[in-house]
């Protein structure tokens, strides 16, 4: 019997997997509320939620989930599909995925805030430092270099709300930060992607407020929401779709 990493799904050719961590439920919580945007006519999740998202081995061009995470990926997908190979699907978006732009943006902006200056050799160390230090990229990024004219976008989580919970760090240096300077910094992330082969999906301008924060109208809702300042909105999940949406039309 072949192993899970040489099956292959007799399924046709599907058009997009969302692929990602707990950021991908406001995602479903969208599609059931009738907000997202018409993407494709075949779509995919597949993922893990909390610890289990650790548990993703990658080898010959599959993602493989150990026991923990197979259990929520058979829930998360809901179709059956087990392992996730690169050439599965004529698309995929990575949604939040533990790529945190929270984790860059800000201290980057702290940082030419207050004058400081990183060379372009600087920029790249710290720019792959940061994209990949997260196993999730590096699966990108072998999806993108082994699966030619396959489709991947990557849309890191987004900036954490502003007045919701109690964040570990801040970065007052970053706050009142512009539009241009926050394109900047994005620029180094979006440059070096792109010579992956990844497209980098970031969160809409209308929804960041007071330079390096989201907007708490775009919060998490449900129970136990209210302290939570990572997740967002089913209607912050709509934006983004429709950007991708976008993106994909060209």
């Given amino acids: ?10 399924a046709p050719l599907p058009s997009l997997c969302i692929f990602g961590d707990s950021h991908i439920a406001s995602v479903k919580q969208a599609l059931d509320a009738g907000l997202l945007p018409y993407v494709t006519d075949h779509l995919e999740f597949w993922g893990a939620y909390g610890p289990a998202f650790r548990q993703f081995e990658f080898q010959d061009n599959t993602v493989l989930p150990r026991k923990d995470a197979a259990e929520m990926v058979a829930m998360i997908n809901g179709l059956g599909r087990e392992v996730l190979r690169g050439d599965a699907f004529a698309a995929y978006l990575f949604y939040g995925a533990r790529l945190r732009i929270a984790d860059f943006l800000p201290p980057m902006l702290a940082t030419l805030r207050q004058g400081g200056h990183l060379s372009a050799a600087v920029r790249h160390r710290v720019v792959r430092r940061f994209l990949e230090g997260r196993k999730s990229y590096r699966i990108a990024q072998q999806f ?13 989580a987004p900036l954490l709300t502003l007045g919701v919970g109690l964040p570990e760090k801040t970065w007052p240096e970053a706050e009142g930060a512009s539009a241009g300077e926050r394109a900047e910094v994005l620029g180094w992330l979006d440059a070096e992607a792109a010579a992956d082969g990844i497209t980098l999906l970031h969160q809409p301008e209308e929804t960041i407020v007071e330079g390096c924060w989201t907007d708490p109208r775009f919060a998490a809702t449900g129970p136990g929401s209210e302290e939570d300042p990572v997740h967002k909105s089913p209607e912050f999940a709509a934006l983004m779709l429709t950007r991708y949406r976008a993106l994909q039309a060209g």
Wanted: aromatic share 4%; charged share 10%.
């Fill in 144 to 156: 993108a270099r082994t699966n030619p004219g396959v489709s991947v976008t990557f849309a890191p």
């Fill in 1 to 10: 019997m072949p192993s899970p990493a040489e099956q292959v799904s007799a």
